[in-house]
């Protein structure tokens, strides 16, 4: 399963940010597919794929201290499309 997650952080944290990032290592279970830094600095999105999703939570985890992270179930917009929509006939 896709997750985007949205990370961000008080311009203080910056470099400790920087810092763990430059350590981090991707665990079993988790592919990294992108990652993209906010221009502004203190913004920053990872798109991961999980199979379960307690690996990405245990992972954000460890970041609590310094950043607020927002983990986002996502999917291809043409693979969206392409599934039924359900008409619910609430009365």
Known sequence: MLFMD???WEPEKRDEMGKRWSEWKCPE????????????????FVLYEVEDPQVLQA???SWTDVAKVESVPVMDAENVL??????????
């Open 6 to 8: 949205i990370w961000t």
């Open 29 to 44: 279970g988790m592919t990294v597919h992108g990652a993209w830094l906010d221009l502004s600095g203190n913004r920053y």
């Open 59 to 61: 992972a954000n985890n």
């Open 82 to 91: 392409k599934i039924p929509r359900v008409r619910l006939d609430v009365r």
